[in-house]
């Protein structure tokens, strides 16, 4: 699909003027006059020489979740779902407003709200589409698209929490680097030179760093392709299925950070399987969903193997609990009550939380122990470029 921006006018003579989203200006035309407009002028979008001041940003998770809050409050109200999308395509953010366009083309065409979401996997995710389907198939599109708002929602404040926790400690590392950065690039150098016009009597410490300033300014393309070539190995490791599974397995082995990484996917895999089974999606094809969005090559691998079980005819409880080493006893005990009183999609939302607050309590954990070892580096670092610098200079002015 290519973005189109339009002049038009209705069947009243008022003229109207916005963007689709079609094949080809033929299809795009064609699509105006089936929305009972009289087309003006087409062009493509991209035909604007400013074109790249007005480019749509990816759709970040608050765009979406604002969409879907403000969608289920229209559809839960009585508005039909063409009514809603128009106002949505009104007031969305400009990363929304070509597919909602695209979407309501499709659903005045007769197609389903679910196949016309499903034309933008970009945006809407397997998941999300899957929810919708049973919705609509079940008649209760409105208290899906309320549940999907809420767990949106709660997925961007589980985030922000996340990243508000670590952001200071990238603040400082990333200050640090770029201050010593600064010093070996263009401070040390001229300083080299005054040192070597007075024939000082330099310290270790000065003699090491101007060593490696030495080194960086004469090698830094070599340094740098060096770098680039580890991060392009790395990846292409990180591609191969051996290489995916032995960095997850790693991942989920380190002190604190393993620990917390294994929590919060537990947290989407238990909250968004909730979701699904509470929307009336069966068992096996919510394992299934879930196992695609998983982002651990271990877990997702414990997944299918439970979907294989409970296709056998386990209960989940007790295919979840074959894997220890991935599943908490804490996870299949809530699962087996769920299931025994036959609200298994109440027991997952319930564990999903206990999960979130186990993953909040880990992030505290992670940044108590993060900022005191940043401090000490910072103290180090600070400690070292005193005796180095300062400490020559100090001693060159105490000659005059």
Do not use: C
Not at 209 to 230: D, Q, T
Request: net charge positive; charged share 20%.
């Amino acid at each position: 699909m290519n973005p189109f921006s339009y002049k038009a006018s209705d069947t009243n003579g008022k003229l109207t003027h916005g963007k689709v989203e079609a094949a080809s200006i033929s299809d795009a035309a064609k699509l105006l006059r089936e929305r009972g407009l009289i087309v003006i002028s087409i062009k493509p979008q991209g035909s604007s020489p400013l074109v790249f001041l007005t480019k749509s940003r990816g759709v970040s998770i608050a765009d979406l979740a604002t969409f879907t809050r403000n969608f289920s409050t229209m559809i839960t109200a009585g508005l039909p779902i063409t009514n809603a999308l128009v106002i949505l395509r009104e007031q969305s953010t400009r990363s929304l407003v070509p597919a909602i366009g695209q979407i309501l083309a499709d659903v005045e065409g007769g197609m389903s709200l679910a196949a016309a979401l499903e034309k933008h996997p970009k945006i809407f995710s397997g998941v999300y589409i899957a929810l919708i389907k049973a919705g609509e198939g079940g008649g209760v599109l409105d208290q899906v698209l309320a549940r999907l708002a809420d767990n949106l929602e709660a997925q961007r404040e589980f985030q922000s929490k996340v990243k508000g926790a670590l952001i200071y400690p990238a603040i400082v590392v990333i200050g640090m680097v770029a201050v010593a950065a600064i010093m070996m690039v263009f401070v040390l150098p001229k300083l080299m030179t005054l040192f070597a016009d007075f024939n000082a009597n330099l310290p270790l410490a000065t003699r090491v760093l101007m060593a490696i300033s030495n080194f960086v300014s004469r090698y830094w393309l070599v340094i740098v392709a060096i770098i680039f070539g580890l991060v392009w190995v790395l990846r292409m490791y990180a591609r191969s299925s051996q290489g995916e599974e032995r960095i997850d397995r790693l991942k989920l082995k380190i002190p604190i950070y393993g620990p917390l990484q294994k929590e919060i996917v537990l947290t989407e895999m238990t909250r968004t399987l909730g979701l699904l089974v509470g929307a009336g999606v069966s068992i096996l094809e919510g394992l299934k969903i879930v196992s695609g969005i998983v982002d651990n090559v271990l877990i997702k691998k414990s997944l299918t193997r439970a979907s294989t079980q409970v296709e056998q005819g386990f209960a989940l409880a007790y295919a979840f609990s074959q894997d220890k080493e991935i599943f908490p006893p804490m996870l299949y005990q809530m699962l087996a009550v769920g299931e025994e009183t036959g609200k298994l999609d109440e027991a997952l939302l319930k564990v999903s939380h206990v999960f979130e607050q186990e993953s909040a309590n880990l992030v505290r954990g992670l940044t108590a122990a993060i900022e005191p070892l940043v401090m000490i580096v910072l103290g180090i670092g600070v400690g070292f470029l005193v005796v180095a610098i300062i400490m020559p200079i100090y001693s060159l002015t105490g000659q005059f």
